[in-house]
């Protein structure tokens, strides 16, 4: 079994690596105005959480993250 701090190192990893492609998936936003907001709006989210210290609670917000990455990337590709 893992230490407790390997754990929350492990945990706070992924929340950081899901960060990034939220970012570079909002890159695939076509216009500029709405790109910036979308990234205003994915640091504000990450912002409002970064005092969770629950792994569950933070497992969670990860598990929801994931989703919205994979529904912004499908809306993202549907723009041409």
Same mark, same amino acid.
């Given at each position: 079994m893992a230490a407790p701090d390997l754990? %929350?190192?492990?945990?706070?990893? =992924?929340?950081?690596? $899901?960060?990034?492609? $939220?970012?570079? %998936? /909002? *890159? !695939? %936003?076509?216009?500029? !105005? %709405?790109?910036?907001? $979308?990234? !205003? =709006?994915?640091?504000?989210?990450?912002? /409002?959480?970064?005092?969770?210290?629950e792994p569950e609670a933070i497992r969670f917000l990860l598990s929801d993250g994931? $989703? *919205?990455? *994979?529904?912004?990337?499908?809306?993202? !590709?549907?723009?041409?």
């Amino acid at each position: 079994m893992a230490a407790p701090d390997l754990k %929350a190192f492990i945990l706070r990893s =992924e929340v950081l690596h $899901l960060y990034r492609h $939220l970012l570079r %998936a /909002a *890159k !695939g %936003a076509q216009d500029t !105005g %709405a790109r910036a907001e $979308l990234r !205003g =709006e994915i640091r504000r989210q990450f912002e /409002a959480q970064r005092s969770r210290q629950e792994p569950e609670a933070i497992r969670f917000l990860l598990s929801d993250g994931k $989703l *919205k990455l *994979k529904q912004l990337g499908e809306m993202l !590709g549907m723009q041409t």
